[in-house]
């Protein structure tokens, strides 16, 4: 049995990187990945066969990694963030799943695949500002190339409707641009305009920028597909100490206290 | 000014300490904690002065943080899994609200405080099971302790109407038994009997244990405060391999696999 290691990079710098994720990178022969996230690695790929596929070739990465394990590489499939959101690791799952139906005895049956979790935006951008998402939270995509707008358009109904502090992964990209203006324009019938709003760009990596802004405010000329938007629920609340403004949502000790 | 450390130790074994808390904690003369979280972390506690207060302490361990900061100490406050999700991080910043509003100049203005994130129970659980968050999720806290039972309802039916992935954190407890059995009645609702449900237990640590069931079969006996539960939505996919069991939530490549 050889490993695919699936595995999550966290959000750039590479204090980010945890030993067990360290660990799997030595163990691994070849890695497949999206070439930005090899270079964010820097030296933690000297000496390995680097498979770099572009953006859009999601679903022939995931194949490729498969094969590689099944002839006995030991492997490592790359996501940013952490794998299991929004990112690589499910594909390999599925791929899995339709070789099972298509073919009784699938040819990667003899592969142990390995996830190693990673720090995502959502929690790249709450530690930059405080600790918005303390309490229930959700995550929605925008994206509607693969999901029908009519479901994101229902979650983010639900969204609003339960009063979760929301983060928007895909908020935007070069050929979506109205998908962030309708969430903002559904949530305002939830949410008071003044509902603090966090953008956060290039976490943890170089040029990162944080902006904060309010649901009435949010423009959407401030983000970019690197981007993660980040919007409170009614109970979360800014404060502005000598270091810096921070977004909480409280818990509710506020009685106790 | 003294950094004060609002830092995860992620959901257990060491292996999932990025060099960021490492430094961080080699940085800090005083550590405030929950007992078990201080074991967890082993030697990386030597020569420091260690404030352990109990299960229900949190506003003190909150507020002796701050103090010990404004005093000069390098100080981490810390709490297992991400800081930033329903647990301390939010505590901080709400007595620094409180102090604002009291006291104009507020003595623990001079601090500088840094959130480190860390791997939360839900990406724990999800990484032993495949990929069951890898579309649009939620997290609900079922504690009613401070948020009231109304609100926590409202939350479950928004998130059953919007079709998340819901992960459920503070399940149970000795106290609280029957909010659990509450959650998965109004789920039923809106879901299949057989949606995959996933119970981890002692994630990461010692003892170990990952239960796969249903919606239908879900007992509340196999669950207690030390687990995590999460429930799939309408897509998530059950498979199995020579290896174990596993869940993924399809994103959507399916047409174009």
Not at 31 to 50: P, W
Not at 72 to 78: D, K, R, S
Request: charged letters at 20%.
């Amino acid at each position: 049995m050889t490993t695919l290691y699936l595995l999550s990079t966290g959000p750039g710098a590479s204090d980010y990187l945890p030993p067990l994720a360290v660990k799997a990178l030595a163990n691994s022969q070849h890695l497949v990945a999206y070439g930005l996230y090899l270079a964010l690695l820097g030296n933690l790929t000297n000496n390995k066969q680097c498979h770099e596929l572009p953006l859009g070739e999601e679903v022939e990465r995931a194949r490729l990694a498969l094969t590689l394990a099944s002839e006995g590489n030991t492997t490592a499939l790359i996501s940013s963030g952490d794998i299991g959101i929004y990112a690589m690791a499910t594909l390999v799952f599925e791929l899995l799943d339709q070789q099972q139906q298509l073919t009784k005895s699938s040819a990667w049956d003899n592969i142990t695949i390995e996830v190693i979790p990673g720090i995502s935006a959502i929690q790249a951008l709450a530690s930059r500002v405080g600790a918005p998402i303390a309490h229930d939270f959700c995550t929605i995509s925008l994206s509607d190339l693969l999901t029908p707008w009519e479901v994101i358009e229902n979650r983010l109904q639900a969204a609003g409707k339960g009063d979760f502090v929301i983060a928007f992964y895909n908020p935007v990209s070069r050929k979506r641009q109205w998908q962030l203006e309708q969430a903002r324009q559904i949530l305002l019938n939830y949410r008071e305009a003044k509902t603090p709003v966090i953008i956060g760009k290039n976490l943890t990596r170089k040029n990162e920028a944080i902006t904060h802004t309010t649901l009435q405010d949010l423009d959407i000329k401030q983000v970019d597909m690197l981007t993660l938007v980040m919007v409170g629920n009614s109970e979360s609340k800014r404060i502005e100490t000598s270091q810096q403004q921070w977004v909480y949502t409280p818990r509710g000790y506020g009685k106790t206290l």
